[in-house]
Every structure is written in structure tokens, then in C-alpha cells.
């Protein structure tokens, strides 16, 4: 039973190795303000110059005085074009932003991953390529 038990916490272990972080694995859609994670998401797919996920969606939110809960959420798809814009900060003054501008923003279908350990050492690095819609 012993040797059960440590051989289930080696398993364990490896299983969460590298949940220290993941660098340069995220497809960010942009009019959800959401990462979808090509490493852990099952459903972030790629297809005609497009990226799609499934994503949970809150449809009915109760607020108290302190707390804003969602009661009641939907799962639906989630699309971000491979290539769109976005907005930068162009001037700044007294450390606010005085002037933006709109700059080109292309998300690459591959992607070179770094995954860390929790104290930010890189365990291993991978070259990935989300995957193709079905």
C-alpha cells in the first residue's frame, strides 16, 4: 500500500510539472477580452485565417453592494482573425497616455512555448501550431 501511495504522488507530480507558468502559448480574443491557452484548451482550433474556441459566457449576472456573481452562463464560440488591430499608446505624459494609434496585430499560428517551474526557471521549451479546425 505504501509503494501505491508514493508512486500515485510521483504520477501526481509529473502530471502538474511546469504548472509554474506558460509563456507564449495564449490566443488572445480580443472582442471577448479573453486568453484561450493552446496548451490546456481542447477546443482552440484554426481555420480560413481565423482562430476559434469555445468559451463560457455569463448570460445573467446578481450584484450585492460588494459582489457582481454570475447565476447564469453559456457556453459559446468564440472567433479572433489571425490578422486584426489594435490600440497602443503612442505619447505619454506624466505617465498617462496622451496620444494612442492604431497598429497592426497578427497572432502566428505557431507559436514557440517556454514552460516554467513556479519559480520562473524554464523546465522545457516547445515549438507548437494550434490545430486545425475540423
Given at each position: 500500500?505504501?509503494?501505491?501511495?508514493?508512486?500515485?504522488?510521483?504520477f501526481?507530480?509529473?502530471?502538474?510539472?511546469?504548472?509554474?507558468?506558460?509563456?507564449?502559448g495564449?490566443?488572445?480574443f480580443?472582442?471577448?477580452?479573453?486568453?484561450?491557452?493552446?496548451?490546456?484548451?481542447?477546443?482552440?482550433c484554426y481555420?480560413?485565417k481565423a482562430?476559434f474556441?469555445?468559451?463560457?459566457?455569463?448570460?445573467?449576472?446578481?450584484?450585492?453592494?460588494?459582489?457582481?456573481?454570475?447565476?447564469?452562463?453559456?457556453i459559446?464560440?468564440?472567433?479572433?482573425?489571425?490578422?486584426?488591430?489594435?490600440?497602443?499608446?503612442?505619447?505619454?505624459a506624466?505617465?498617462?497616455?496622451?496620444?494612442?494609434?492604431?497598429?497592426?496585430?497578427?497572432?502566428?499560428?505557431?507559436?514557440?512555448?517556454?514552460?516554467k517551474?513556479?519559480?520562473?526557471?524554464?523546465?522545457?521549451?516547445?515549438n507548437?501550431?494550434?490545430?486545425s479546425?475540423n
Open positions: 500500500m505504501y509503494k501505491l501511495i508514493i508512486l500515485f504522488a510521483l501526481s507530480q509529473s502530471l502538474f510539472a511546469g504548472v509554474g507558468g506558460i509563456e507564449g495564449s490566443v488572445h480580443q472582442k471577448d477580452s479573453t486568453w484561450v491557452n493552446m496548451v490546456y484548451s481542447r477546443t482552440l481555420k480560413e482562430y474556441a469555445k468559451s463560457k459566457k455569463c448570460k445573467k449576472w446578481e450584484e450585492d453592494s460588494d459582489n457582481r456573481t454570475c447565476v447564469k452562463s453559456k459559446e464560440t468564440i472567433i479572433q482573425p489571425m490578422h486584426s488591430t489594435r490600440q497602443r499608446c503612442k505619447k505619454y506624466d505617465d498617462r497616455c496622451v496620444l494612442w494609434e492604431t497598429v497592426p496585430f497578427t497572432q502566428k499560428r505557431d507559436r514557440i512555448v517556454k514552460f517551474d513556479e519559480d520562473g526557471n524554464v523546465l522545457k521549451v516547445e507548437l501550431r494550434v490545430k479546425c
